[in-house]
């Protein structure tokens, strides 16, 4: 099967199977002797994987190749996890801080502990597709991790660290659109109930009418809405409660594209009610009170709220509604399907959530304004038999 050669530029190639996790991988690995070490005289060899016996002997055939003609040059011997550490440090300053402290989360979590030892050089897709098999996570979880990893080695690739980048060669587990879950009336009518006069109430009301996200919602500011107008300019979102200790308050929203919503007058009386509120709140608390960001929801002192502690207390509130796993985020589905069922097109309401197209709106909402057309196809059969009958 191999054919042993000293001589520089020639080459092994032999048959592997490794258990990794209890499973069984078989591969197929090439070494070709690319020169000598300067200071031991012992011979240097490069070595190559896949999952055939004809992939790699053409890699080795090339490498061989550039080996005669001198102009082989020897890859990178650093580990996954070392280059990964470079990336996030010197590459990874054009995403968001959340984005990159995401990164670093799933990277120490999920990858380096399974491929940070392996060396760049060495990282195979088939190495790549048993890390991805043996993730345990949810699709689109996974998915984002290996975006991850595949983002640090296209950069590897373009800094000819190494030839490919394995993770394009690998299949990702199917991704399945998780259903939405919007409020129906009666559960939109508890919900209202349950929140009057707690301390989230006008958080809930906002969001259930506007379809803002939470971390929009907390970090509106009284200069963005002009009451005049009727409209809330939403161009920045409270940041996470982590990112906020090291004093960031703001960042953009997650479409990092400005937008402007109409506001339905019941949220402007809202927003009015929940100034006075502050106001109280602050006569309250005196010379502590203290908020320069301007916000419009705050904790008794004037700074940022948790999205932590609304999350809980606005679980605790559905819990005792009967409302049990209705989720925070299932008000902006509410606001979607309730804007469709008014007679909103479906570019207004991408607009006002922030969508990136019309088509992912419709994508997501897309069974509401079926069921919309079926009753509109229903009333319309209605009028028919009646004009009929005169």
Known sequence: MSQRKNAKGGGTI???????????YTYWEARVTVGRDPGTGRQVQRSFTGKTQAEVRKRMQAAAVAVDEGTYTAPQRMTVGQWLDVWVRD?????????????????????????????????????????????????????????????????????????????????????????????????????????????????VIVSLFTGLRLSEVLGLTWEAIDFDSGTITVDRQLAPDAQRKAGVLFTTPKSHKARMVSAA?????????????????????????SNPGGLVFTNEIGGPMSQRNVQARFKSLTKAAGLDGVRFHDTRHTYAVNALRAGDDVKTVQGNLGHATAAFTLDRYGHVTERMRRDSAARMESFIKNALNL
């Open 14 to 24: 032999r048959k592997k199977t490794v258990i990794r996790n209890g499973r069984e």
């Open 91 to 203: 590459y990874l300053t054009g995403v968001k801080a959340s984005t990159a402290e995401n990164y670093r989360y799933n990277i120490r979590l999920h990858i380096k502990p399974a491929l940070g030892a392996v060396r760049l050089a060495d990282l195979h897709p088939h190495a790549v597709q048993g890390f991805i098999n043996d993730l345990g996570l949810a699709p689109t979880t996974t998915a984002l991790v290996c975006g991850i990893l595949s983002g640090a080695l296209e950069k590897a690739v373009e800094l000819d660290y190494i030839p490919k980048n394995p993770v394009r060669r690998c299949e990702l587990p199917r991704q399945e659109q998780k259903e939405i879950h919007p409020l129906n009336d009666h559960q939109l009518a508890t919900l209202l109930a349950a929140a009057k006069g707690s301390s989230i109430e006008h958080i």
């Open 265 to 289: 007058g019941s949220v402007l009386s809202t927003l009015k009610l929940q100034r006075q509120r502050q106001a109280e709140m602050q006569l309250k608390a005196g010379s502590v009170w």
